[in-house]
């Protein structure tokens, strides 16, 4: 793939295995492949949206992107410089543009600090501001994310969920970064509160042209939220495209499956009645051939064999599936 | 429409250091006979409490201290003990979060079922009756080879199958109700949909009454066909599911519709303003009028009753009086 300006990050063939031991000698006895093999470009000032069930390894991909796991092979480019032969101080030079926002903000904020420190450590780590400076710093991003003065002296438990998902979003921009990863931010949130953080992370976004990367398995939250959509099973993407390929020209048979699981929260909404068959395959032993070919309508003898590619359909909607000529309409 | 269980005015209240939880303010509904009814809102809303209180599961520090829960015409909060366990036993079935928190690890599956018929059929827990049942049911909620599965430790399931085994567990007994506690919230959304999907077709073919306590809506749009709208521990509004969608009355329930993204949703999402009342403190008259932007002087004095507008579309807020 060809660096342009345009493409903040270019993941190429990213693997994240993770060593399963067991036996009394703890042998390594078998990998489970939490990312096998992804090819991904995030573009600037873009919400790509990072869908599937749990254990297809969105989250792995969301960490293993910032280093906070090192990958097993495959490399990670942002803004042109390569992540994964970076050195340390370059690593931490890089770390000031990119961060992460937690799916659950009642264990990703440290107990026993008050607001003001967990929101200015990232400034204390990576500049040479004076305290006064910070404390600054920390309260216009804390207005700017929706809270008052007078909580940075407070701790994490005197607050509600969303305010705490509030306080992550503040440590999260409050060193401008380019990119932030946003792994099931408001899952763990009521509705109402959902709304008001998905509307803040939008603010934010258009206010300090952030890109993102938005974990989730909620497709209403990616309608409302994404340009694109990345659809992923058992360490792969079967599926890429613009959001409006992705929900009204669902392609692999997954992605119409998963479609219509979700359930909608709008009586009225039509769709497809698919029922999903069997079970998620153990990832350490995923199927042979296409992975989805267990659960499938579609499959024949070569998904049993032959892995699919991510193939172009037409303009930025890829799919990997034998039979994706088929199914598309 | 035959009512089945009656709900009124139901209070229950937990004691705790911070002072006494009113968690239950005058809740009061009905169930029709062969209903697939929702009860939803957010977290603290007392949905949980209502179906623990109706099945009088509510320990200490918990108390019911008011109210009635008429099924079948008997009023549960009366009956003895005894009498509580055979309607348990028999009567009213529920299902939990966590499949496998609620069943016993060390027994195998097939016995647990067993032991769910014979209680509530007073047979012997060997008899061949007995496990003809166990068999026909783990084949009835999709599990295939009921004999090896009855073999099985719940360690041995995923998730999905220890929630059918929960289902089965329940239904086997012909309830006359299922109560369904979020059934869905551990799983995975492919398996969600399973689930869901078979407890809907058992209940209807089966012809009996489930009620599902969620906090998806999603659920309640797609799945349910009437819904109870709690809000701090008070019924805001009950109605089918298509008019609750279409005409909201309450102002939580709009706020709450609004709130969430569906497909297509465009421009910025509608939010409620504030947040949800600590149930220690709550706020005087009705429990939302802090937050509601149609709050009059008589919102904050006065608990608004539960009032019929329209046919089955029931809302409790000074606005329609």
């Known amino acids: ?329 | 429409m035959e009512v089945l269980l009656s709900v009124k005015n139901l209070r229950t209240i937990f004691h705790t250091y911070r002072g006494v939880v009113k968690a239950l303010n005058g809740v009061s509904f009905d169930v029709y006979k062969k209903d697939f009814l929702g009860i939803v809102g957010e977290t603290g809303c007392g949905k949980s409490v209502t179906s623990l209180s109706i099945m009088r599961l509510i320990e200490e520090p918990g108390e019911i201290v008011e109210g009635s829960v008429v099924f079948d015409g008997r009023d549960l909060l009366k009956l003895s003990e005894e009498e509580m366990q055979k309607v348990r036993a028999k009567e009213i079935s529920m299902i939990f979060q966590e499949p496998k928190m609620a069943l016993n690890p060390v027994l195998k599956i097939g016995f647990q079922i067993a032991e769910a018929i014979s209680t509530a059929e007073d047979l012997s827990i060997k008899s061949k009756e007995v496990w003809e049942k166990v068999y026909e049911i783990l084949r009835a909620v999709g599990l295939p080879d009921p004999e090896s599965m009855a073999e099985k430790y719940p360690h041995e399931l995923s998730g999905g199958m220890a929630q059918r085994i929960m289902i089965a567990m329940g239904l086997v007994t012909k309830p006359k109700l299922l109560i369904a506690d979020e059934p869905t919230s551990a799983l995975d959304v492919t398996i969600q949909a399973q689930i869901l999907h078979l407890i809907k077709e058992l209940v209807s073919e089966m012809d009996t009454t489930a009620m599902i306590i969620t906090h998806n809506l999603g659920i309640v749009a797609e799945y349910c066909e009437r819904v109870v709208i709690m809000y701090a521990g008070n019924v805001a509004e009950i109605g089918d599911v298509k008019t609750i969608f279409k005409e909201p009355l309450h102002p939580y329930t709009k706020g709450l519709i609004k709130a969430v993204p569906v497909i297509g949703t465009k421009g910025k999402l509608q939010t409620i303003k504030g947040i949800v009342p600590d149930l220690v403190n709550p706020p005087s008259g009705c429990r939302f009028h802090p937050r509601c932007e149609h709050a009059m002087d008589i919102c904050s004095k006065e608990l608004p009753p539960i009032k019929e507008v329209k046919t089955g579309h029931f809302v409790a807020c000074h606005l329609y009086n």
């Open chain 1, 1 to 329: 793939m060809v660096t342009n300006n345009n493409v903040l990050i270019e993941i190429n063939s990213l693997k994240k295995y993770f060593p399963v031991r067991s036996g009394i000698f703890l042998r390594v006895k078998k990998y489970v492949r939490a990312v096998d093999g992804v090819d991904l470009v995030i573009k600037r000032n873009e919400t790509l949206a990072l869908v599937g069930e749990s254990g297809c390894g969105k989250t792995t991909i969301g960490r293993t992107i910032l280093h906070l796991t090192e990958p097993t092979d495959g490399e990670v480019v942002f803004e042109g410089k390569n992540l994964t032969n970076a050195s340390k101080e370059e690593l931490m030079q890089l770390r000031k543009g990119m961060q992460i926002v937690f799916q659950n903000p009642y264990t990703s904020l440290h107990p026993r600090k008050l607001v003001k420190d967990i929101v200015g450590e990232p400034l204390k780590i990576h500049t040479n501001l004076s305290s006064v400076e910070i404390l600054n710093k920390v309260k216009e991003t804390l207005e700017s994310v929706g809270l008052r003065e007078e909580h940075m002296y407070r701790y994490p438990h005197e607050f509600s969920g969303g305010q705490r998902q509030r306080i992550a979003v503040a440590r999260a921009i409050i060193l401008k970064p380019k990119f932030i990863v946003l792994d099931e931010p408001t899952s763990a949130l009521d509705v109402s509160v959902q709304a008001r953080i998905l509307n803040l992370l939008n603010e934010l976004k258009e206010e300090l042209s952030l890109t993102y990367l938005f974990i989730t398995h909620d497709l209403a939250v990616v309608d409302y939220m994404a340009d694109r959509v990345a659809v992923m099973y058992l360490g792969k993407i079967v599926e890429l495209g613009k959001k409006d390929d992705i929900f009204s020209k669902p392609t692999h048979p997954y992605t119409r499956v998963l479609e219509a699981a979700i359930p909608i929260p709008d009586p009225f909404f039509k769709k497809e009645k698919i029922l999903p068959k069997g079970e998620v395959p153990d990832p350490a032993n995923p199927p042979k051939g296409c992975r989805f070919h267990t659960r499938c309508d579609y499959s024949i003898d070569k998904c049993e064999k032959v892995e699919p590619v991510l193939e172009n359909i037409e303009g930025e909607h890829y799919v990997a599936c034998h039979r994706w000529r088929e199914i598309y309409k």
